[in-house]
């Protein structure tokens, strides 16, 4: 059997379950056989018969390896100083074949593609055009048996080997649309502009007032005058900026509300104007009273 490590091996998991070797093992003992089976695959299919070196190996307790270990010699037999397991070598052997089964198709394909003579002596034998053939497919027995290693690489069309990389394409340009010419600013905007009370976002201004000032000038202008000594009032940030103010038509509102004191545009609560009625009431008569001569 190939002495080379495997990084995994056939289970067979069927077999294991309706063996007679599980029936008589307890839990403790299959992990330890389980174990030892890993450490078998990773040393080649055996392992050294010493009971110190494989507990060391398990990484168990003594008194654990030595309740498990009795049952699970009797799985392992012993010879030359090692010790095998006739189920794990016959799996093993599978995964060695089936590796180098493999790697020699690997090998015959990537040669049969590219054309390459192999240099290395240990697989010449694998990768002669005859074992060439045989492994892969062919349409006709006649073409399988005129490959030669004098044959130029297989080229799909187009002209590239295969695993080159294809050239990167080109994405087409979108042609940039010409940006339509922006008017120059009406003398009535730059009257707006000039009266508004927050001179920021010019350009924007102008493109919100041409899209909703329509023949209103003169109604915005009077709203602007109208809401002057309000919007001064604030502070500049929180002034409307000209867009703003345009794209919301600000200049519609009513301008009874504009010019309103605050505490006459609130309505009054019902409350406060009951209790303001009773206080003048109570005032009123106080005031009778006074008046009277005793």
């Excluded at 089936?98 to 090998?107: I, L, M, N, T």
């Excluded at 003579?117 to 002669?128: I, L, Q, V």
């Excluded at 073409?143 to 080109?170: A, H």
């Amino acid at each position: 059997m190939n002495s080379r490590p495997l990084h995994s091996y056939p289970r067979y998991f069927q077999d294991w379950l309706l063996s007679e070797t599980r029936s008589r093992l307890n839990l403790a003992e299959r992990g330890l056989f389980g174990d030892l089976c890993d450490l078998m695959a990773t040393d080649g299919g055996s392992l050294e018969d010493s009971e110190i070196a494989i507990q060391r190996r398990c990484a168990c307790s003594q008194r654990e390896f030595r309740n498990a270990w009795p049952a699970v010699r009797q799985c392992f037999e012993a010879r030359d100083g090692r010790l095998y397991n006739a189920k794990l070598t016959y799996a093993l052997s599978q995964a060695c074949k089936s590796f180098d089964a493999r790697s020699s198709g690997g090998k015959a394909t990537a040669e049969l593609r590219w054309g390459k003579k192999d240099s290395d002596s240990s697989a010449s034998s694998s990768a002669t055009p005859s074992k060439i053939a045989e492994r892969l497919p062919s349409s006709s027995s006649s073409s399988s048996s005129s490959i030669t290693k004098e044959e130029p690489p297989i080229v799909p069309q187009g002209g590239r080997l295969f695993g080159e990389d294809e050239p990167p394409k080109e994405k087409p340009k979108r042609a940039k649309k010409p940006k339509a010419e922006r008017p120059a600013e009406s003398p009535q905007f730059e009257e707006f502009y000039l009266a508004y009370w927050r001179h920021e976002g010019r350009s924007e201004g102008w493109d919100s007032y041409r899209a909703h000032v329509n023949g209103s000038h003169a109604d915005v202008m009077a709203a602007v005058k109208a809401q002057t000594p309000k919007m001064l009032a604030r502070e500049v940030e929180h002034r409307p900026l000209p867009s703003t103010w345009l794209n919301r038509e600000r200049w519609k509102d009513t301008q009874g509300v504009l010019d309103a004191p605050a505490h006459q545009a609130v309505r009054e609560n019902p409350m406060e104007a009951r209790r303001k009625q009773e206080m003048e009431n109570v005032a009123r008569l106080v005031r009778e009273k006074s008046s009277q001569k005793w």
